[in-house]
DNA sequence: GCTAATGTTTGGTATAGACCTAAATTATGC
DNA sequence: GCATAATTTAGGTCTATACCAAACATTAGC
């Protein structure tokens, strides 16, 4: 995770690594073009460019695996949601709330916000809407 | 500021809005162009585009002149701005990081979840960057 | 009050991302 | 081993942003 900033991947983009890292094993076109309602064409191409891109392995008409550095970058997004969404409900809003509005605008926020925020939270391990791992924060020596 | 939800701009133009603001009076292209770092035709295109939806007087060869409906809306972006800038500052950013760190995903941050923070902020009347006003905000009769 | 310099707009082009349909290709289930 | 289902390819749309060159309008100098 050196040399990360959080903003290497469209929202869109990253919207499918962390589906693909959710599924766990090999994804289909199929499953990722009816979860997000787009035509199966659309996840190809995309899917083409996250595999150019080392976020996962895709072959041909048999589906996508993520990558190594895809997992760990899916983990930062997911720990990225659950420390702004934490953050959020701290301001006032719902615990659903957070977690939808974190949606909107978590794809711009930059890694070193991020850990800043974790660290003014005290590196929390629980969120509004699921755990907080923090082996991609800049507090664990692994990440050093 | 009713039915407002705070994307009704893309960021490039809530920049030269909110330039256009902070100029006060007649606005020409060039300033703009030479702002941004852009070419002039650019900022006309922009221009008509933020006349179209109401938020700037454009008078051909002119300049522009902010509409009220634009000045109501720049003020919000800037209250947006500095109550974001301000909430990171209290999760650890310094003034100077907060101030930019808003900058890159302010946009995309609703009025409501503004709101909220200002609320849980107690209506802060100063940021890391400037004043804030709340003639914008929800806690104000005004608005209601 | 005309001309030259300056400023602005028009029209055309480009890129990136996200999306689509239709046609072609590959895989799978009997 | 063939029909059907899944997937990819090809070719296109659309939006936002940006650029340039050429046409045009305005202003300033004389």
Chains 1, 2 share one sequence.
Not at 65 to 78: D, P
Not at 90 to 102: K, Q, T, Y
Not at 110 to 138: F, Q, R, Y
Request: glycine share 6%; charged share 25%.
């Amino acid at each position: 995770m050196r040399g990360v900033d959080g903003l290497e991947l469209s929202a869109k983009r990253a919207e499918y690594l962390k589906y693909i890292f959710n599924q766990g094993d090999v994804v289909r076109t199929t499953d990722i073009s009816t979860h997000f309602s787009v035509a199966p064409s659309t996840v190809t191409k995309t899917l083409e460019d996250l595999a150019r891109s080392g976020f996962v392995e895709h072959s041909p008409y048999h589906g996508v695996r993520i990558s190594r550095r895809g997992r760990e970058y899916a983990r930062f997004l997911i720990r990225r949601h659950r420390l702004l969404a934490l953050m959020l409900s701290r301001h006032g809003l719902s615990p659903d709330a957070a977690c939808r509005e974190a949606r909107s605008f978590e794809w711009y926020v930059n890694k070193s916000v991020v850990d800043s925020i974790c660290a003014s939270l005290g590196h929390p391990v629980m969120s509004v809407c699921g755990p907080i791992e923090h082996d991609t924060c800049c507090c664990c020596p692994a990440d050093r």
